[in-house]
């Protein structure tokens, strides 16, 4: 779905890699693999006035948001977890 929604020829980075990729309208986004949820994931960046493009385009590709709810459910159940919610000063993942 991401190569459909970037273009033909994006190809996704491996796992804990980036690679930046150009909007069709010019903008830049960069694409950083990331696997929170014990499955291929991605986090994509971009500037601000960007995200409403990006977002269009991922959705055109079929993409569904999902919500923040539906990430950490998933994330606790892949056993990922997030500084500052699971682990603190006062609480170490040990």
């Known amino acids: 779905m991401l190569e459909q929604a970037l273009a033909p020829s994006f190809a996704p980075p491996e796992s804990l ?8 309208d010019g903008a830049w986004v960069q694409v950083r693999r990331v696997d929170y949820l014990g499955v291929s ?37 892949a056993g990922t977890p997030l500084y ?7 609480n170490l993942a040990m």
């Not at 890699?17 to 069709?24: E, K, M, S, T, V």
């Not at 994931?41 to 569904?64: I, Q, S």
């Not at 500052?84 to 006062?90: A, K, L, M, R």
């Open 17 to 24: 890699h980036l690679r930046n990729h150009r909007l069709a």
């Open 41 to 77: 994931g991605y986090d994509l960046l971009c500037d601000v006035p960007a995200a409403e493009t990006l977002w269009k385009t991922l959705v055109a590709a079929d993409a569904a948001p999902a919500g923040v709810t539906a990430f950490h459910t998933l994330r606790i159940e």
């Open 84 to 90: 500052g919610v699971d682990i603190t000063e006062n």
